[in-house]
């Protein structure tokens, strides 16, 4: 675990805002194959740098980025609709939690931090995903891709959960995998723990974090470590 000096926040920490993919479920590998076989369909081979693009974005915005690089024929909607089906159809049976996922909110749950779930991923994809790694029902709100209009890193996931969830967007810290939810994060003006995954940890942080993590399984120590539940 390392941390990095940034302007600390004033506000006590009260509430957990989560990522999914890549953060709470591994998906990403699956998801990047899904993407290598629809561009094989359309006749590419995938560069390595093509899922770096499209990690932590809404599936449309995702989509159109890789269009655009591809040059793909046919209509965004109609990409997008095929890329939907291959990607949820690649979910289904290959879903699990990361390391220290269930621990972390279990945790929370004890100590009554509120947490929300705040993903890219449409309501389809993340009900199959949370249903699989054994994580429905852990939020007390939930925030997908497809009930706002702008996806990361514009900060109206993390602004929608910090509503939902009745707590001050400074009083809030993220927890994200991918540097287009760090970015989310700092414009929502909430304080951000990165947790980078073996897809994004030779990625530059493209903001100030207030911790990197190893994995899930440092987090309740450095929520700990800012007197985030503590009950003396």
Known sequence: MSTET??????????????MDGLL??????????????????????????LEGALGRRLPEAVAVVAAEYELAGSLDELIVAFDAMRLEALRGN??????AIALLDWAAVKGLPRALATSSFRGHAEVSLAEAA???????????????????????????????????????????APAGLEAAARAGMRRVWVPNTHTRHLAAPVAVDATLGSLTEATGW????GVGDTA
Not at 6 to 19: C, E, F, G
Not at 33 to 43: K, T, Y
Not at 95 to 100: I, N, S
């Open 135 to 177: 994580l429905m029902g852990r939020f007390d709100v939930e925030v997908t891709g497809d009930e706002v209009e702008r996806g990361k890193p514009a900060p109206d996931l993390f602004l929608l959960a910090a509503e939902r969830l009745g707590v001050p967007p400074e009083s809030c810290v993220v927890f994200e995998d």
């Open 223 to 226: 929520l700990e470590s800012q």
């Open 6 to 19: 940034r302007n600390p926040s004033t506000a006590p920490i009260r509430a957990l805002v989560l990522d």
């Open 95 to 100: 879903v699990v939690a990361m390391p220290g």
């Open 25 to 50: 479920v591994d998906t990403e590998t699956v998801s990047g194959e899904a993407l290598r076989l629809f561009l094989l369909g359309h006749g590419h081979e995938m560069l390595p740098s093509t």
